[in-house]
Structures are given as structure tokens and as C-alpha cells.
């Protein structure tokens, strides 16, 4: 059984560092509040350490908590909330140091 997946994009678009950023993940509803989003937005972190990326941008949906969680355990820095050009939802943009 799949439990997940992310994706990991090397570089950024103007879009992307909007909406989008660098990571991307999902977790199976199933599977949610396991831990599971967290293990795997750190195990992508480490890809990204590992091909030199130094900062990278994630965001989601401002009323998602449970990503919302996911990304600040990781070390997410709150750097800006703004509406989505796709959905119309308001959406919060994180940073990472790596």
C-alpha cells in the first residue's frame, strides 16, 4: 500500500514561489495523523540538502492544520499569507534553511 508521495522541483518559477514552492506532498486520508507527512517532508528535506538546495519554499492552504503542523515541525518559517491565483484560497508560504 502507497502511504504517500512528494515531489521535489531543483528550482523555482515566479508561480511556484507563490504557490506550489519547492516541495509538494500527500498522504493517503487513511494514513493521515500518523506522522507519516512529517517523516516524509524530512526525508524530501534531506534530498534537497543532499542536491545542494539551501532554502526552500513550501506552502499550503492556511486552513490545512495538519500541513500547517507538518511544515513548522520541519522548521517552517511563516514568511507571508497571500490568496491563490489558482483556487481563490488563502494560502501561507514557508521558508526552510537548510
Known amino acids: 500500500m502507497i ?4 515531489r521535489l522541483r531543483h528550482s523555482l518559477t515566479p508561480a511556484l ?6 516541495i509538494g506532498y500527500v ?6 495523523r500518523k506522522g507519516y507527512g512529517t517523516l516524509i517532508l ?6 534537497a540538502r543532499a542536491l545542494g538546495i539551501q ?4 506552502t499550503c492552504d492556511t486552513d490545512n492544520t495538519g500541513s ?3 511544515i513548522e515541525k520541519n522548521g517552517g518559517i ?3 499569507q497571500v490568496i491563490s491565483e489558482r483556487s481563490g484560497k488563502l494560502i501561507s508560504q ?3 534553511d537548510l
Open 42 to 47: 524530512a526525508l524530501t528535506l534531506e534530498k
Open 3 to 6: 502511504l504517500g508521495e512528494s
Open 68 to 70: 500547517v503542523r507538518i
Open 55 to 58: 532554502r526552500v519554499r513550501i
Open 27 to 32: 498522504i493517503r486520508p487513511s494514513q493521515r
Open 94 to 96: 514557508y521558508w526552510i
Open 78 to 80: 511563516l514568511s507571508a
Open 17 to 22: 514561489e507563490h504557490h506550489g514552492g519547492h
